[in-house]
């Protein structure tokens, strides 16, 4: 076998309170990525749909991770199982979920090809080491290593990030729950919002995020729908992000009041997401957040979907 198709899910990071440590799979949307293996040391990409990628894999989220797998494939590091003769990777990626949507759109390509590549291999690398290679990828994207979309991505499900040095992950089994997500028709770059946030936090405003944090994970391992419901708040990213995000809290309220758990930005932004314990409610919450998007006048995609348990997934 010398070709792969995977399917690589979008992610919502952050999760609201765990900025940068936690993470959720989604079932829609998801990219297209194709995978070829190749009897060159080198990464070629191949842009499918017209979406303006880097060509340069140093410079691509999905060549980069796989440059520094095949340094570590050639060096005297690598898995001892490793081909004794040398390989590439040709990668053509048809884009679905839209760069600067804060749905892991980087994470689903970094992901996808260290997935894909390792199939070809014969899953010689753990997943822990292809979260290693895919954190390359978001450093190209936004100039920071951090794993809450990548992670989920490859893990599936709800994962947190203990650490990132070293590399802790802890896999969390959420109950089921419907996610609505709203995707306005603007960009907003991870770096930038990056950007933008104090460096510093007050210690109570510390402490009263440490106390959701904690509580969301309880909330989710013990399958206690209201204290993840109480527990989605932000108190220290979110009041100086939602500022780039029209309708936010009118959005926020609004589907609160007909009967979410909760939610918040997505990732980075501008999508928003909101999570419900029924699809008749996920579907409320998403005329709300249509109708909020159509009176305001902005362009705007919605997705009604559930957790993705596998991560990226091998379907040719
Ligand atoms: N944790 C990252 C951030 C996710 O919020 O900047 C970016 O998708």
């Known amino acids: 076998m010398n070709k792969v198709t995977v399917q690589c899910p979008g992610t919502v990071a952050n999760l609201v309170c765990g900025f940068d440590i936690l993470g959720m799979a989604?079932?829609?949307?998801?990219?297209?990525?194709?995978?070829?293996?190749?009897?060159?040391?080198?990464?070629?990409?191949?842009?499918k749909d017209g979406f303006p990628l880097p060509s340069d894999p140093a410079q691509n989220t999905a060549g980069a991770p796989l440059l520094e797998m095949l340094e570590e494939l050639n060096g005297d590091t690598?898995?001892?199982?490793?081909?004794?003769?040398p390989v590439g990777f040709e990668v053509s990626i048809t884009k679905k979920i839209k760069p600067g949507s804060g749905l892991g759109s980087s994470a689903a390509s970094a992901a996808?090809?260290?997935?894909?590549?390792?199939?070809?291999?014969?899953?010689?690398?753990?997943?822990?080491?292809l979260v290693r290679f895919a954190l390359f990828g978001e450093k190209v994207a936004s100039g920071v290593k951090h794993a809450d979309n990548i992670t989920p991505c490859i893990y599936g499900g709800v994962t947190l990030i203990r650490s990132i040095f070293p590399l802790d992950i802890v896999p969390i089994a959420a109950p089921a729950l419907h996610v609505t997500v709203v995707h306005p028709q603007i960009e907003v770059?991870?770096?930038?919002?990056?950007?933008?946030l104090r460096k510093q936090v007050l210690l109570k405003d510390a402490i009263r995020q440490w106390g959701n944090i904690a509580g969301l994970v309880a909330g989710f391992m013990g399958h206690d729908y209201d204290l993840i419901g109480r527990s989605l708040e932000d108190v220290i990213i979110e009041p100086v992000r939602s500022m780039l995000i029209?309708?936010?809290?009118?959005?926020?309220?609004?589907?609160?009041?007909?009967?979410?758990?909760?939610?918040?930005i997505s990732g980075?932004?501008?999508s928003i997401f909101m999570l419900s314990r029924d699809e008749s409610t996920a579907r409320k919450v998403e005329n709300i957040m249509k109708d909020i998007y159509t009176r305001i006048g902005l362009d705007h995609h919605t997705y009604v979907t559930t957790i993705n348990q596998q991560g990226v997934k091998v379907v040719a």
Do not use: W
Not at 27 to 44: C, G, K, Q, T
Not at 112 to 129: M, P, Q, R, T, Y
Not at 189 to 196: E, G, L, N
């Open 268 to 270: 980075s932004g501008p």
């Open 26 to 47: 989604l079932n829609a949307p998801y990219d297209i990525m194709e995978v070829r293996l190749i009897d060159e040391p080198r990464v070629i990409i191949i842009s």
């Open 189 to 196: 770059r991870t770096s930038d919002a990056r950007q933008i």
């Open 246 to 264: 029209p309708g936010f809290d009118a959005i926020k309220q609004c589907c609160k009041e007909a009967g979410a758990l909760g939610g918040g």
């Open 78 to 85: 690598g898995p001892a199982n490793r081909p004794t003769h």
């Open 112 to 129: 996808g090809a260290v997935v894909a590549a390792n199939h070809l291999l014969g899953n010689i690398f753990s997943k822990e080491d």
